[in-house]
């Protein structure tokens, strides 16, 4: 009796069981049939600030079918997440158009890769293939000095050979088509020396080449141009506007050339950075020192404080690792 018992149950469980085992067996065979049909990438290219209708590409041939089936099946290029969408499809033709103008600059600033990123969809049966546009960046901006008027302050006492870092000028193409080099006017008392930092940025260092006498002359004004190595190549002027000082037998002597921190990302505001030193062995007001960023890329002005009676650094943004991990700044 026991025996016929345990049969009885095994039994009654295992046609409990059945139906749910075969339920969920076709719920996944329907759900199956219900995923779509994903297919391999489509890539083009386009200039940047290419007018509306150019055509792309032919996504009809690219995917071996006629501008007739584009336009039954419903065909439509859908963007990712709230982007703008720059392309349409020429259901006449089959081809991809340029929509709207694209500006590379205000779509990816000064990323080296600048990619549209799409699908497109297939409609009875879905069909959906991924879609990468390339925008490629033109010379359409000219190299740029924030200020129009570099002012220096020049001591007639300064040795042949001392240098002086100007201000950066910044152009919003990328690669040849960014800032390439620097000009300065034919004068008697500089040379130009163009160097690059560790970003790949060309920057200009006026070098003395003759020493300078204010009674002679207080003033000197010289023309810096920067040029990009874009085709057609363009360009921007800055004056230097020079003023000699009378001979000062001392210099502020920073208490070490280089400074080197390491800051946490997302440090908070009024974080301090590094506090940086400079004596004068001169008396009274020209002993006094006081600190300002000589050098600071546009990235960075935002970012930083330097008090110009202390010469503390302090952090007066959000410092992010994934916009930058490097940051030069110079102070005098």
Known sequence: MRLIGVRNFRSSNME??????????????????????????LSYTVQEETKAQ???????????????????????VETEGS?????????????????????????????????LNYELVLENP????????????????????IKERINLEIRESADKGQ?????????SDIGQNGVTGYALEKNDHFALSVQENKNGRKYAELVLEKELDREQQKDID??????????????GTAVIHITVL????????????????????NAAIGTEVVTVSAEDADEGANGAVTYEF???????KNLFTIHELSGKIKVNGEIDYEEETYYEIGVQ
Do not use: W
Request: with cysteine; hydrophobic share 40%.
């Open 222 to 235: 010289l023309i810096l141009t920067a040029v990009d190595g874009g085709i057609p190549q363009r360009s």
């Open 246 to 265: 009378d001979a000062n037998d001392n210099v502020p002597v920073f208490s070490q050339t280089v400074y080197k921190v390491a800051l946490a990302e």
């Open 163 to 171: 240098r002086f870092r100007l201000d950066e000028a910044h152009d």
């Open 83 to 115: 982007s703008k969408r720059y392309v349409d499809i020429n259901f006449n033709t089959g081809e991809l158009i340029v929509s709207e103008t694209i500006d590379r600059e205000k779509l990816c600033g000064s990323r080296l890769n600048c990619n």
């Open 294 to 300: 000589s050098h600071i890329p546009d990235n960075a």
């Open 16 to 41: 409990c069981r059945m139906p749910s085992v075969l339920l969920s067996l076709l719920i996944l065979t329907f759900l199956s049939f219900d995923l779509p049909a994903v297919h391999g990438d």
């Open 126 to 145: 879905l069909e959906l293939h991924r879609m990468s546009i390339n925008i490629l960046d033109i010379n359409d901006n000219a190299p740029k000095f």
């Open 54 to 76: 150019y055509v792309i590409g032919n996504i009809a041939k690219d995917l071996g079918t006629d501008a007739t089936k584009l336009k039954t099946r419903k065909a439509r």
